[in-house]
Protein backbone atom coordinates (compact mmCIF):
# COMPACT_ATOMS: atom_id res chain seq x y z
CA UNK A 1 0.00 0.00 0.00
CA UNK A 2 2.89 2.59 0.74
CA UNK A 3 4.17 1.43 -3.07
CA UNK A 4 0.77 2.50 -4.18
CA UNK A 5 1.25 5.88 -2.25
CA UNK A 6 4.30 6.58 -3.68
CA UNK A 7 3.29 6.55 -7.52
CA UNK A 8 0.38 8.05 -6.53
CA UNK A 9 1.98 11.11 -5.51
CA UNK A 10 4.52 11.17 -7.92
CA UNK A 11 1.91 11.27 -10.63
CA UNK A 12 -0.01 13.90 -8.61
CA UNK A 13 3.87 16.00 -8.42
CA UNK A 14 4.61 15.37 -11.99
CA UNK A 15 1.51 16.88 -13.17
CA UNK A 16 1.04 19.73 -11.52
CA UNK A 17 5.04 20.18 -12.01
CA UNK A 18 4.89 20.01 -15.59
CA UNK A 19 1.91 22.31 -16.35
CA UNK A 20 3.46 24.99 -13.79
CA UNK A 21 5.91 25.80 -15.77
CA UNK A 22 4.79 24.66 -19.15
CA UNK A 23 1.43 26.22 -19.65
CA UNK A 24 0.88 30.01 -20.26
CA UNK A 25 -1.00 32.68 -18.97
CA UNK A 26 -2.86 33.60 -21.57
CA UNK A 27 -4.66 29.50 -21.29
CA UNK A 28 -5.83 30.10 -18.12
CA UNK A 29 -9.52 30.72 -18.33
CA UNK A 30 -11.28 29.90 -15.12
CA UNK A 31 -10.45 31.87 -12.58
CA UNK A 32 -10.21 31.42 -8.22
CA UNK A 33 -12.99 33.30 -7.04
CA UNK A 34 -12.42 32.44 -3.38
CA UNK A 35 -11.89 36.03 -2.23
CA UNK A 36 -14.43 37.45 -4.20
CA UNK A 37 -17.36 34.85 -3.05
CA UNK A 38 -20.52 36.38 -1.71
CA UNK A 39 -21.29 34.44 1.62
CA UNK A 40 -24.09 34.74 3.96
CA UNK A 41 -23.28 33.05 7.01
CA UNK A 42 -20.90 35.80 8.39
CA UNK A 43 -23.60 38.28 9.16
CA UNK A 44 -27.05 36.43 8.15
CA UNK A 45 -26.69 38.78 4.89
CA UNK A 46 -25.20 38.37 1.96
CA UNK A 47 -21.62 40.13 1.97
CA UNK A 48 -18.51 39.73 0.40
CA UNK A 49 -16.27 37.25 1.71
CA UNK A 50 -13.09 39.23 2.06
CA UNK A 51 -14.70 41.90 4.49
CA UNK A 52 -15.02 38.68 7.16
CA UNK A 53 -12.24 37.58 9.69
CA UNK A 54 -13.78 34.26 9.85
CA UNK A 55 -12.89 31.34 7.65
CA UNK A 56 -15.70 30.22 5.35
CA UNK A 57 -15.69 27.50 2.91
CA UNK A 58 -18.51 27.74 0.04
CA UNK A 59 -19.42 24.78 -2.02
CA UNK A 60 -21.03 25.83 -4.88
CA UNK A 61 -23.70 24.11 -7.24
CA UNK A 62 -21.50 23.36 -9.47
CA UNK A 63 -19.59 21.35 -7.54
CA UNK A 64 -22.04 19.36 -5.70
CA UNK A 65 -23.17 18.62 -9.49
CA UNK A 66 -19.66 17.19 -10.12
CA UNK A 67 -20.05 15.19 -7.01
CA UNK A 68 -23.29 13.87 -8.41
CA UNK A 69 -23.92 10.21 -7.01
CA UNK A 70 -22.36 10.88 -3.32
CA UNK A 71 -23.91 12.21 -0.14
CA UNK A 72 -23.67 15.39 1.98
CA UNK A 73 -21.64 13.69 4.25
CA UNK A 74 -19.17 12.45 1.86
CA UNK A 75 -18.52 15.84 0.70
CA UNK A 76 -18.42 17.60 3.54
CA UNK A 77 -15.55 15.15 4.81
CA UNK A 78 -13.39 16.75 2.12
CA UNK A 79 -13.26 20.20 3.33
CA UNK A 80 -10.48 21.43 5.65
CA UNK A 81 -11.12 21.17 9.50
CA UNK A 82 -13.83 18.55 8.95
CA UNK A 83 -13.79 14.73 9.60
CA UNK A 84 -16.96 12.70 10.13
CA UNK A 85 -16.87 9.26 11.68
CA UNK A 86 -18.30 6.52 10.39
CA UNK A 87 -18.38 8.55 7.24
CA UNK A 88 -17.00 4.86 4.89
CA UNK A 89 -19.21 3.15 7.24
CA UNK A 90 -22.49 1.17 5.97
CA UNK A 91 -25.25 4.05 5.35
CA UNK A 92 -27.58 2.31 8.54
CA UNK A 93 -25.24 3.25 10.89
CA UNK A 94 -25.26 6.91 12.12
CA UNK A 95 -22.55 9.84 11.59
CA UNK A 96 -20.64 12.16 13.88
CA UNK A 97 -19.04 15.27 12.79
CA UNK A 98 -16.07 16.52 14.20
CA UNK A 99 -14.68 20.39 13.07
CA UNK A 100 -10.96 21.09 14.56
CA UNK A 101 -10.93 18.12 17.42
CA UNK A 102 -14.23 19.65 18.41
CA UNK A 103 -17.20 17.00 19.16
CA UNK A 104 -20.27 16.85 16.92
CA UNK A 105 -22.86 18.06 19.51
CA UNK A 106 -20.57 21.40 19.09
CA UNK A 107 -21.56 21.78 15.60
CA UNK A 108 -24.73 23.76 14.46
CA UNK A 109 -26.70 23.10 11.08
CA UNK A 110 -28.92 25.28 9.45
CA UNK A 111 -31.36 24.48 6.59
CA UNK A 112 -32.38 27.93 4.92
CA UNK A 113 -31.33 29.73 7.86
CA UNK A 114 -33.14 27.52 10.18
CA UNK A 115 -30.98 25.79 13.17
CA UNK A 116 -32.20 22.36 13.17
CA UNK A 117 -31.27 19.85 15.74
CA UNK A 118 -32.68 16.17 17.13
CA UNK A 119 -34.02 16.78 20.42
CA UNK A 120 -35.08 13.14 20.89
CA UNK A 121 -31.46 12.41 20.56
CA UNK A 122 -29.13 12.62 23.66
CA UNK A 123 -26.18 15.14 21.55
CA UNK A 124 -29.65 17.06 19.75
CA UNK A 125 -27.00 16.90 16.92
CA UNK A 126 -28.98 16.90 13.41
CA UNK A 127 -28.80 13.63 11.52
CA UNK A 128 -27.27 14.47 7.92
CA UNK A 129 -28.67 11.40 6.68
CA UNK A 130 -32.08 12.87 6.16
CA UNK A 131 -30.40 15.74 3.61
CA UNK A 132 -30.25 14.42 -0.53
CA UNK A 133 -27.69 16.37 -2.54
CA UNK A 134 -30.03 16.65 -5.38
CA UNK A 135 -32.73 18.99 -3.48
CA UNK A 136 -29.58 21.57 -2.27
CA UNK A 137 -28.20 24.44 -3.85
CA UNK A 138 -25.22 25.10 -1.65
CA UNK A 139 -23.51 24.83 1.42
CA UNK A 140 -21.29 27.45 3.41
CA UNK A 141 -18.95 26.11 6.46
CA UNK A 142 -18.24 28.63 8.91
CA UNK A 143 -15.81 27.68 11.09
CA UNK A 144 -15.14 28.66 14.73
CA UNK A 145 -17.17 29.96 17.48
CA UNK A 146 -20.21 31.79 16.36
CA UNK A 147 -22.66 31.47 19.18
CA UNK A 148 -23.12 35.71 18.44
CA UNK A 149 -25.47 34.95 15.86
CA UNK A 150 -26.42 31.16 15.46
CA UNK A 151 -26.89 30.59 19.70
CA UNK A 152 -26.70 27.09 20.76
CA UNK A 153 -24.63 24.91 19.34
CA UNK A 154 -22.19 26.70 17.22
CA UNK A 155 -19.48 26.21 19.30
CA UNK A 156 -16.72 24.92 16.27
CA UNK A 157 -18.20 25.08 13.08
CA UNK A 158 -21.70 26.43 11.74
CA UNK A 159 -22.60 24.49 8.43
CA UNK A 160 -25.50 26.45 6.05
CA UNK A 161 -27.50 24.54 4.28
CA UNK A 162 -29.33 26.31 1.56
CA UNK A 163 -32.14 24.29 -0.35
CA UNK A 164 -32.99 25.13 -4.13
CA UNK A 165 -35.26 27.88 -5.12
CA UNK A 166 -37.90 27.99 -8.16
CA UNK A 167 -36.34 28.60 -11.46
CA UNK A 168 -37.31 32.08 -13.14
CA UNK A 169 -38.85 30.33 -16.32
CA UNK A 170 -42.70 29.28 -16.20
CA UNK A 171 -41.65 25.80 -16.15
CA UNK A 172 -38.67 23.77 -15.20
CA UNK A 173 -37.44 20.77 -13.75
CA UNK A 174 -34.59 17.89 -14.03
CA UNK A 175 -34.68 14.29 -13.12
CA UNK A 176 -31.52 11.89 -11.51
CA UNK A 177 -31.12 8.21 -11.34
CA UNK A 178 -28.48 6.14 -10.50
CA UNK A 179 -27.05 2.35 -9.37
CA UNK A 180 -24.50 1.60 -7.75
CA UNK A 181 -22.66 -1.70 -5.89
CA UNK A 182 -21.99 -1.51 -2.05
CA UNK A 183 -19.56 -3.98 -0.74
CA UNK A 184 -17.05 -4.08 1.64
CA UNK A 185 -12.82 -4.91 0.62
CA UNK A 186 -13.67 -8.54 1.23
CA UNK A 187 -17.01 -8.97 -0.52
CA UNK A 188 -16.82 -10.10 -4.60
CA UNK A 189 -20.60 -9.33 -5.10
CA UNK A 190 -21.41 -7.47 -8.18
CA UNK A 191 -25.10 -6.76 -7.33
CA UNK A 192 -26.50 -2.90 -7.95
CA UNK A 193 -27.56 -2.23 -4.23
CA UNK A 194 -27.17 1.35 -4.38
CA UNK A 195 -30.22 2.64 -5.68
CA UNK A 196 -31.34 6.93 -6.19
CA UNK A 197 -34.02 8.76 -8.14
CA UNK A 198 -34.86 12.00 -7.74
CA UNK A 199 -37.43 14.35 -9.79
CA UNK A 200 -37.55 18.11 -8.97
CA UNK A 201 -40.44 20.49 -10.66
CA UNK A 202 -40.18 24.56 -10.25
CA UNK A 203 -40.98 27.76 -11.90
CA UNK A 204 -42.22 31.10 -11.78
CA UNK A 205 -45.51 32.49 -12.88
CA UNK A 206 -45.98 36.09 -12.40
CA UNK A 207 -45.66 36.65 -8.58
CA UNK A 208 -45.74 33.87 -7.39
CA UNK A 209 -42.86 30.92 -7.56
CA UNK A 210 -43.02 27.10 -6.61
CA UNK A 211 -40.23 23.95 -6.39
CA UNK A 212 -41.60 20.88 -5.35
CA UNK A 213 -38.75 17.56 -5.35
CA UNK A 214 -38.97 13.86 -4.16
CA UNK A 215 -36.04 11.73 -3.85
CA UNK A 216 -35.65 7.67 -2.91
CA UNK A 217 -32.38 5.97 -2.13
CA UNK A 218 -32.16 2.32 -1.41
CA UNK A 219 -28.77 0.63 -0.25
CA UNK A 220 -28.03 -2.87 0.87
CA UNK A 221 -25.48 -5.43 0.26
CA UNK A 222 -23.18 -5.67 3.23
CA UNK A 223 -23.27 -5.80 7.05
CA UNK A 224 -22.89 -2.93 9.61
CA UNK A 225 -20.93 -4.89 11.93
CA UNK A 226 -17.55 -6.22 11.01
CA UNK A 227 -16.78 -10.52 11.10
CA UNK A 228 -13.17 -11.52 12.80
CA UNK A 229 -13.61 -14.92 11.63
CA UNK A 230 -14.89 -13.99 8.32
CA UNK A 231 -18.41 -15.34 9.06
CA UNK A 232 -20.83 -14.11 6.86
CA UNK A 233 -23.31 -11.47 8.68
CA UNK A 234 -26.24 -10.33 7.25
CA UNK A 235 -26.67 -7.23 5.26
CA UNK A 236 -28.27 -4.34 6.73
CA UNK A 237 -30.44 -2.47 4.35
CA UNK A 238 -30.94 1.63 4.42
CA UNK A 239 -34.19 3.15 2.44
CA UNK A 240 -34.81 6.46 2.57
CA UNK A 241 -37.37 9.09 0.82
CA UNK A 242 -37.01 12.94 1.07
CA UNK A 243 -39.92 15.23 -0.09
CA UNK A 244 -39.41 19.15 -0.33
CA UNK A 245 -41.90 22.14 -1.18
CA UNK A 246 -41.44 25.61 -1.60
CA UNK A 247 -43.87 28.22 -2.22
CA UNK A 248 -42.87 31.83 -2.65
CA UNK A 249 -44.61 35.36 -3.37
CA UNK A 250 -43.32 38.60 -4.67
CA UNK A 251 -45.92 41.22 -2.97
CA UNK A 252 -43.87 43.68 -4.35
CA UNK A 253 -40.27 45.41 -4.76
CA UNK A 254 -40.48 45.33 -1.12
CA UNK A 255 -42.29 42.37 0.79
CA UNK A 256 -41.36 38.90 -0.44
CA UNK A 257 -42.81 35.99 1.31
CA UNK A 258 -41.36 32.46 1.26
CA UNK A 259 -42.78 29.13 2.70
CA UNK A 260 -41.20 25.69 2.93
CA UNK A 261 -42.21 22.21 4.14
CA UNK A 262 -40.29 19.27 3.98
CA UNK A 263 -40.73 15.43 5.16
CA UNK A 264 -37.78 12.84 5.02
CA UNK A 265 -37.48 9.10 6.41
CA UNK A 266 -35.09 6.63 6.64
CA UNK A 267 -35.80 3.05 7.63
CA UNK A 268 -32.45 0.58 8.74
CA UNK A 269 -31.06 -2.79 10.03
CA UNK A 270 -28.80 -1.91 12.51
CA UNK A 271 -26.52 -4.87 14.49
CA UNK A 272 -25.77 -5.76 17.90
CA UNK A 273 -22.46 -4.01 18.16
CA UNK A 274 -19.36 -4.21 17.13
CA UNK A 275 -18.39 -7.53 15.58
CA UNK A 276 -21.69 -8.73 16.79
CA UNK A 277 -24.35 -9.25 14.10
CA UNK A 278 -28.26 -9.59 13.87
CA UNK A 279 -31.23 -9.79 11.79
CA UNK A 280 -33.81 -8.50 14.01
CA UNK A 281 -32.71 -4.85 15.07
CA UNK A 282 -34.64 -2.59 12.95
CA UNK A 283 -34.83 1.14 13.12
CA UNK A 284 -36.34 4.32 11.36
CA UNK A 285 -36.45 8.12 11.51
CA UNK A 286 -38.67 10.55 9.93
CA UNK A 287 -38.80 14.48 10.50
CA UNK A 288 -41.04 17.30 9.56
CA UNK A 289 -40.34 20.79 9.29
CA UNK A 290 -42.65 23.37 8.07
CA UNK A 291 -41.75 27.45 8.27
CA UNK A 292 -42.60 30.88 6.22
CA UNK A 293 -39.66 34.03 5.88
CA UNK A 294 -41.59 37.15 5.30
CA UNK A 295 -38.83 39.19 3.92
CA UNK A 296 -39.11 43.77 3.70
CA UNK A 297 -36.47 46.12 2.21
CA UNK A 298 -36.90 49.72 3.33
CA UNK A 299 -34.38 52.56 2.45
CA UNK A 300 -31.52 51.81 4.54
CA UNK A 301 -31.71 48.41 5.66
CA UNK A 302 -33.68 44.97 5.38
CA UNK A 303 -35.48 43.09 8.12
CA UNK A 304 -36.82 39.63 7.95
CA UNK A 305 -38.78 36.96 10.04
CA UNK A 306 -38.10 33.35 10.35
CA UNK A 307 -40.43 31.44 11.61
CA UNK A 308 -40.28 27.12 11.56
CA UNK A 309 -41.59 24.56 13.34
CA UNK A 310 -39.32 21.03 13.46
CA UNK A 311 -40.12 17.54 14.77
CA UNK A 312 -38.47 14.08 14.37
CA UNK A 313 -39.43 10.65 15.37
CA UNK A 314 -37.08 7.94 16.25
CA UNK A 315 -38.10 4.49 16.42
CA UNK A 316 -35.96 1.38 17.43
CA UNK A 317 -36.79 -2.51 17.96
CA UNK A 318 -34.12 -4.28 19.69
CA UNK A 319 -33.39 -7.96 20.51
CA UNK A 320 -32.42 -8.10 24.11
CA UNK A 321 -30.48 -10.90 24.60
CA UNK A 322 -30.96 -11.22 28.68
CA UNK A 323 -34.88 -11.35 28.25
CA UNK A 324 -35.47 -12.75 24.84
CA UNK A 325 -37.57 -9.95 23.87
CA UNK A 326 -37.33 -7.76 21.15
CA UNK A 327 -37.88 -4.53 23.20
CA UNK A 328 -39.48 -1.24 21.07
CA UNK A 329 -38.17 2.53 21.47
CA UNK A 330 -39.46 5.43 20.80
CA UNK A 331 -37.85 9.16 20.74
CA UNK A 332 -40.25 12.13 19.82
CA UNK A 333 -37.88 15.97 19.66
CA UNK A 334 -40.26 19.10 18.91
CA UNK A 335 -38.72 21.94 18.01
CA UNK A 336 -39.97 25.78 16.96
CA UNK A 337 -37.17 28.55 16.42
CA UNK A 338 -38.36 32.01 15.63
CA UNK A 339 -36.09 34.89 14.41
CA UNK A 340 -36.41 38.11 13.93
CA UNK A 341 -33.59 40.11 12.34
CA UNK A 342 -33.07 43.37 10.90
CA UNK A 343 -30.15 45.04 8.89
CA UNK A 344 -29.73 48.87 9.05
CA UNK A 345 -26.92 50.73 6.83
CA UNK A 346 -25.55 54.09 8.23
CA UNK A 347 -23.56 54.54 5.57
CA UNK A 348 -22.24 52.20 2.97
CA UNK A 349 -18.76 51.54 5.27
CA UNK A 350 -21.38 50.62 8.50
CA UNK A 351 -24.28 48.56 9.30
CA UNK A 352 -25.70 47.35 12.85
CA UNK A 353 -27.37 43.52 12.92
CA UNK A 354 -29.57 43.54 15.42
CA UNK A 355 -32.46 40.70 16.38
CA UNK A 356 -33.71 38.52 19.13
CA UNK A 357 -34.40 34.56 18.52
CA UNK A 358 -36.87 32.60 20.71
CA UNK A 359 -36.90 28.55 20.60
CA UNK A 360 -38.77 26.35 22.69
CA UNK A 361 -37.67 22.54 22.87
CA UNK A 362 -39.51 19.55 24.43
CA UNK A 363 -38.56 15.36 24.40
CA UNK A 364 -40.88 12.54 25.09
CA UNK A 365 -38.91 9.24 25.12
CA UNK A 366 -40.53 5.62 25.78
CA UNK A 367 -38.47 2.76 26.42
CA UNK A 368 -38.78 -0.82 28.50
CA UNK A 369 -36.72 0.88 31.29
CA UNK A 370 -38.37 4.23 31.73
CA UNK A 371 -38.27 7.60 29.69
CA UNK A 372 -38.74 11.13 29.47
CA UNK A 373 -42.17 13.37 29.85
CA UNK A 374 -42.69 15.60 27.55
CA UNK A 375 -44.52 17.90 29.80
CA UNK A 376 -41.68 17.50 32.64
CA UNK A 377 -38.12 17.66 29.28
CA UNK A 378 -38.58 21.01 28.16
CA UNK A 379 -37.08 24.58 28.20
CA UNK A 380 -37.12 27.66 26.22
CA UNK A 381 -34.35 30.34 25.36
CA UNK A 382 -34.90 34.27 24.80
CA UNK A 383 -31.80 35.41 23.27
CA UNK A 384 -31.65 38.87 22.21
CA UNK A 385 -28.67 39.66 19.70
CA UNK A 386 -26.82 42.82 17.76
CA UNK A 387 -23.42 43.28 15.85
CA UNK A 388 -21.62 46.00 14.27
CA UNK A 389 -19.55 45.72 10.54
CA UNK A 390 -17.51 48.47 9.73
CA UNK A 391 -15.75 48.17 6.14
CA UNK A 392 -12.96 50.68 5.42
CA UNK A 393 -11.96 52.07 2.17
CA UNK A 394 -8.26 50.97 3.07
CA UNK A 395 -8.81 47.19 3.44
CA UNK A 396 -9.86 46.49 6.92
CA UNK A 397 -12.94 44.98 7.96
CA UNK A 398 -14.43 44.94 11.28
CA UNK A 399 -17.32 42.58 12.89
CA UNK A 400 -17.99 43.07 16.89
CA UNK A 401 -21.25 41.39 18.43
CA UNK A 402 -22.99 39.79 21.17
CA UNK A 403 -25.43 37.46 22.42
CA UNK A 404 -27.75 37.01 25.89
CA UNK A 405 -29.10 34.04 25.99
CA UNK A 406 -31.99 33.28 28.19
CA UNK A 407 -32.11 29.76 29.25
CA UNK A 408 -35.19 29.41 31.60
CA UNK A 409 -33.35 26.04 33.17
CA UNK A 410 -29.70 27.49 33.66
CA UNK A 411 -30.06 30.94 34.23
CA UNK A 412 -28.36 34.01 31.58
CA UNK A 413 -25.05 33.49 29.45
CA UNK A 414 -23.67 36.26 27.56
CA UNK A 415 -21.56 35.49 24.16
CA UNK A 416 -19.64 37.81 22.43
CA UNK A 417 -16.82 37.84 18.98
CA UNK A 418 -14.82 40.01 16.92
CA UNK A 419 -13.22 39.45 14.20
CA UNK A 420 -10.84 41.74 12.22
CA UNK A 421 -9.59 41.01 8.28
CA UNK A 422 -7.25 43.31 6.82
CA UNK A 423 -5.70 43.41 2.98
CA UNK A 424 -2.42 43.66 3.02
CA UNK A 425 -2.24 44.40 -0.96
CA UNK A 426 -4.70 44.10 -3.32
CA UNK A 427 -3.94 44.93 -7.03
CA UNK A 428 -4.13 42.75 -10.20
CA UNK A 429 -1.53 40.35 -9.80
CA UNK A 430 -1.95 39.83 -5.67
CA UNK A 431 -3.70 40.07 -3.16
CA UNK A 432 -2.85 39.08 0.69
CA UNK A 433 -5.57 39.13 3.37
CA UNK A 434 -4.73 39.12 6.71
CA UNK A 435 -7.60 37.29 9.36
CA UNK A 436 -8.01 37.09 13.02
CA UNK A 437 -10.83 36.58 15.40
CA UNK A 438 -11.51 35.39 19.02
CA UNK A 439 -15.33 33.89 20.17
CA UNK A 440 -17.16 32.61 23.04
CA UNK A 441 -20.08 30.20 22.17
CA UNK A 442 -21.84 28.09 24.46
CA UNK A 443 -24.01 25.05 24.23
CA UNK A 444 -26.74 24.25 26.51
CA UNK A 445 -27.30 20.58 27.90
CA UNK A 446 -29.66 18.45 25.96
CA UNK A 447 -33.22 17.54 27.54
CA UNK A 448 -31.73 14.04 27.73
CA UNK A 449 -28.47 15.01 29.54
CA UNK A 450 -30.94 16.92 31.71
CA UNK A 451 -34.02 14.94 32.24
CA UNK A 452 -33.27 10.91 31.88
CA UNK A 453 -34.17 9.46 34.78
CA UNK A 454 -30.92 7.34 35.15
CA UNK A 455 -27.90 9.50 33.76
CA UNK A 456 -30.16 13.00 33.66
CA UNK A 457 -28.68 15.69 35.60
CA UNK A 458 -30.50 18.63 36.16
CA UNK A 459 -27.22 20.92 37.70
CA UNK A 460 -25.49 20.65 34.56
CA UNK A 461 -23.83 23.93 33.42
CA UNK A 462 -23.95 25.15 29.65
CA UNK A 463 -21.14 23.68 27.96
CA UNK A 464 -19.15 27.15 26.89
CA UNK A 465 -15.48 27.91 25.07
CA UNK A 466 -13.17 30.23 23.41
CA UNK A 467 -11.50 30.27 20.37
CA UNK A 468 -8.88 32.18 18.85
CA UNK A 469 -7.60 32.29 14.76
CA UNK A 470 -5.57 33.73 12.74
CA UNK A 471 -4.26 33.00 9.50
CA UNK A 472 -3.85 34.75 6.33
CA UNK A 473 -5.45 34.06 2.67
CA UNK A 474 -3.23 34.81 -0.52
CA UNK A 475 -4.47 34.77 -4.04
CA UNK A 476 -1.38 35.15 -6.90
CA UNK A 477 -2.49 36.05 -10.63
CA UNK A 478 -5.94 34.07 -10.08
CA UNK A 479 -4.35 30.90 -10.20
CA UNK A 480 -2.62 29.73 -7.08
CA UNK A 481 -4.61 30.08 -3.74
CA UNK A 482 -3.71 29.41 -0.55
CA UNK A 483 -4.87 29.78 2.58
CA UNK A 484 -3.59 29.51 6.18
CA UNK A 485 -5.27 29.24 9.73
CA UNK A 486 -4.11 28.84 13.68
CA UNK A 487 -7.14 28.12 16.20
CA UNK A 488 -6.89 27.62 19.48
CA UNK A 489 -10.01 26.36 21.56
CA UNK A 490 -10.46 26.42 25.21
CA UNK A 491 -13.77 24.43 26.85
CA UNK A 492 -15.02 25.12 30.23
CA UNK A 493 -17.70 22.85 31.32
CA UNK A 494 -17.95 20.56 28.94
CA UNK A 495 -20.22 18.04 29.18
CA UNK A 496 -19.73 13.93 29.82
CA UNK A 497 -20.58 10.81 31.51
CA UNK A 498 -19.01 10.30 34.69
CA UNK A 499 -18.21 7.00 35.43
CA UNK A 500 -17.90 6.95 38.83
CA UNK A 501 -21.46 8.64 39.42
CA UNK A 502 -23.22 6.94 35.62
CA UNK A 503 -24.55 10.87 35.32
CA UNK A 504 -23.40 13.08 32.89
CA UNK A 505 -20.91 16.04 34.63
CA UNK A 506 -18.99 18.80 33.31
CA UNK A 507 -14.99 18.71 32.75
CA UNK A 508 -12.66 19.98 30.33
CA UNK A 509 -11.25 19.95 27.08
CA UNK A 510 -8.76 22.30 24.97
CA UNK A 511 -7.76 22.06 21.19
CA UNK A 512 -5.24 23.72 19.08
CA UNK A 513 -3.75 23.35 15.27
CA UNK A 514 -3.78 24.40 11.99
CA UNK A 515 -5.20 24.50 8.44
CA UNK A 516 -3.71 24.88 5.18
CA UNK A 517 -5.21 24.70 1.95
CA UNK A 518 -4.62 25.65 -1.61
CA UNK A 519 -5.82 25.66 -4.91
CA UNK A 520 -3.65 25.42 -8.00
CA UNK A 521 -5.43 26.38 -11.51
CA UNK A 522 -1.94 26.08 -14.15
CA UNK A 523 -4.21 25.77 -17.18
CA UNK A 524 -7.75 26.14 -18.33
CA UNK A 525 -8.57 22.32 -18.18
CA UNK A 526 -6.66 21.64 -14.71
CA UNK A 527 -7.41 22.35 -11.01
CA UNK A 528 -5.18 20.64 -7.99
CA UNK A 529 -6.70 21.23 -4.59
CA UNK A 530 -5.09 20.22 -1.21
CA UNK A 531 -5.42 20.93 2.29
CA UNK A 532 -3.99 19.81 5.16
CA UNK A 533 -5.55 19.69 9.09
CA UNK A 534 -3.41 19.28 12.24
CA UNK A 535 -5.00 18.79 15.59
CA UNK A 536 -3.62 18.45 19.18
CA UNK A 537 -6.52 18.26 21.67
CA UNK A 538 -6.95 16.83 25.26
CA UNK A 539 -8.35 13.65 25.22
CA UNK A 540 -10.82 12.61 28.22
CA UNK A 541 -12.15 8.73 28.28
CA UNK A 542 -15.60 10.29 27.65
CA UNK A 543 -14.73 11.72 24.37
CA UNK A 544 -14.39 8.96 22.04
CA UNK A 545 -15.10 10.23 18.77
CA UNK A 546 -12.29 9.04 16.25
CA UNK A 547 -10.34 12.44 15.80
CA UNK A 548 -7.39 11.88 13.99
CA UNK A 549 -4.69 14.27 14.54
CA UNK A 550 -3.27 14.77 10.52
CA UNK A 551 -5.40 14.45 7.83
CA UNK A 552 -4.42 14.96 4.04
CA UNK A 553 -6.95 15.61 1.12
CA UNK A 554 -6.20 16.17 -2.19
CA UNK A 555 -8.36 16.49 -5.49
CA UNK A 556 -7.61 16.51 -9.48
CA UNK A 557 -10.21 18.22 -11.80
CA UNK A 558 -9.25 17.52 -14.98
CA UNK A 559 -11.56 19.45 -17.95
CA UNK A 560 -10.52 18.07 -21.38
CA UNK A 561 -14.00 19.71 -22.90
CA UNK A 562 -16.23 21.99 -22.06
CA UNK A 563 -18.66 18.75 -21.66
CA UNK A 564 -16.64 16.54 -20.19
CA UNK A 565 -15.02 16.22 -16.01
CA UNK A 566 -13.06 14.20 -14.11
CA UNK A 567 -11.82 14.24 -10.47
CA UNK A 568 -9.68 12.27 -8.68
CA UNK A 569 -9.85 12.94 -5.02
CA UNK A 570 -7.00 11.19 -2.16
CA UNK A 571 -7.93 11.15 1.43
CA UNK A 572 -5.26 9.92 4.21
CA UNK A 573 -6.30 9.91 7.81
CA UNK A 574 -4.25 9.73 10.35
CA UNK A 575 -3.84 7.28 13.69
CA UNK A 576 -7.17 7.55 15.92
CA UNK A 577 -7.30 6.76 19.35
CA UNK A 578 -10.28 5.42 21.87
CA UNK A 579 -10.98 4.16 25.00
CA UNK A 580 -12.40 1.10 25.72
CA UNK A 581 -14.66 1.59 28.53
CA UNK A 582 -16.70 -1.28 29.03
CA UNK A 583 -14.65 -3.88 27.60
CA UNK A 584 -16.66 -3.60 23.99
CA UNK A 585 -13.62 -4.59 21.81
CA UNK A 586 -12.14 -7.09 24.47
CA UNK A 587 -9.50 -4.61 26.06
CA UNK A 588 -11.47 -2.95 28.64
CA UNK A 589 -9.84 -0.45 30.29
CA UNK A 590 -7.37 0.18 27.96
CA UNK A 591 -6.52 2.45 24.64
CA UNK A 592 -7.35 1.10 21.09
CA UNK A 593 -4.76 2.59 18.45
CA UNK A 594 -7.12 2.34 14.80
CA UNK A 595 -3.66 2.78 12.29
CA UNK A 596 -4.00 5.23 9.62
CA UNK A 597 -5.92 4.79 6.29
CA UNK A 598 -6.12 6.47 2.39
CA UNK A 599 -8.54 6.38 0.35
CA UNK A 600 -8.58 7.27 -3.63
CA UNK A 601 -11.72 8.31 -5.47
CA UNK A 602 -12.62 8.36 -9.12
CA UNK A 603 -15.69 10.18 -10.73
CA UNK A 604 -16.47 11.62 -13.94
CA UNK A 605 -19.48 13.28 -15.64
CA UNK A 606 -20.07 13.92 -19.75
CA UNK A 607 -22.42 16.27 -21.02
CA UNK A 608 -24.77 16.20 -24.01
CA UNK A 609 -26.93 18.43 -25.65
CA UNK A 610 -26.12 21.50 -23.81
CA UNK A 611 -26.33 21.20 -19.96
CA UNK A 612 -29.59 18.72 -20.97
CA UNK A 613 -28.47 15.32 -20.10
CA UNK A 614 -25.38 14.84 -18.37
CA UNK A 615 -24.21 10.99 -17.59
CA UNK A 616 -21.91 10.35 -14.29
CA UNK A 617 -20.07 7.56 -13.17
CA UNK A 618 -17.67 6.88 -9.94
CA UNK A 619 -15.28 4.46 -8.65
CA UNK A 620 -14.73 4.59 -4.81
CA UNK A 621 -11.73 3.33 -2.93
CA UNK A 622 -9.79 2.25 -6.14
CA UNK A 623 -7.48 0.78 -4.36
CA UNK A 624 -9.94 -1.59 -2.38
CA UNK A 625 -8.57 -0.39 1.10
CA UNK A 626 -9.57 -2.22 3.48
CA UNK A 627 -9.36 -0.39 7.06
CA UNK A 628 -11.07 0.87 10.22
CA UNK A 629 -13.30 3.66 9.97
CA UNK A 630 -15.02 2.95 13.27
CA UNK A 631 -13.74 0.21 15.34
CA UNK A 632 -15.68 -3.17 15.04
CA UNK A 633 -18.08 -1.84 11.85
CA UNK A 634 -17.55 -2.59 7.97
CA UNK A 635 -15.87 -0.45 5.69
CA UNK A 636 -17.14 -0.29 1.96
CA UNK A 637 -14.16 -1.31 -0.31
CA UNK A 638 -14.08 -0.42 -4.09
CA UNK A 639 -17.31 0.26 -5.08
CA UNK A 640 -19.07 1.30 -8.55
CA UNK A 641 -21.60 3.97 -9.38
CA UNK A 642 -23.14 5.01 -12.91
CA UNK A 643 -25.79 7.56 -13.66
CA UNK A 644 -27.83 10.03 -15.83
CA UNK A 645 -29.49 13.43 -15.02
CA UNK A 646 -32.26 15.35 -17.31
CA UNK A 647 -32.27 18.43 -17.23
CA UNK A 648 -35.80 20.10 -19.17
Known amino acids: MKKQLVIVGVLACSIVSTNLFAQKKETQKEKVETLKEVVVTATKFKSKKENSGKVIHVITQKELQQNAGKT??????????????????????PRS???????????????DGVPVTDQSAINQEFDLRLLSVSQIENIEILKGASSTLYGSGAATAVISITLKKASEDKFSGSFETSVGTNNNASSSEGSLSDTNQNVTLNGTLGKLNFLGSFSLTGLDGMSSAKSKTNTTFNNDAFYSKNGLLKLGYKVNDKLNIETFLNYDEFNYDFDAGAFSDNDLNTGSQEQFRVGFKPTYTYNKGQIYLLASANVVERDLKQFN??????????????????????????????????????????????????????????????????????????GLSVNIGGRLNIHNVYGNHFVYDGNLAYSVLKNDDVSIKLLTSYSTAFIAPSLYQLYDGFSGNIDLNPESNETFEAGFDLNYKDWVQFEAVYFNRKETDAIIYDNSTYKYGNGSSDANGFELSTKVIPTSFLTLNASFTYVDRDQT??????????KFVAGLDITPFDNAFFNFTYRNVGKRTIFDRYGSFGTAGEDVILENYQVLDFMTNYKVLGDTVTFFAAVTNILNEDYDDVFGYSTRGRNYKVGVRLQF
Open 541 to 550: EDFNDYIPKN
Open 97 to 111: INVRGGRSRQVLVLI
Open 321 to 394: SFSSTLDTYEFVGRSVNVDLVNKYEFFNQLQLITGVNYQIHSNNTVTPFGGIEKGIANFNTVDPYASVVYVSNY
Open 72 to 93: VIEILNTVAGIDIKGVNANPSE
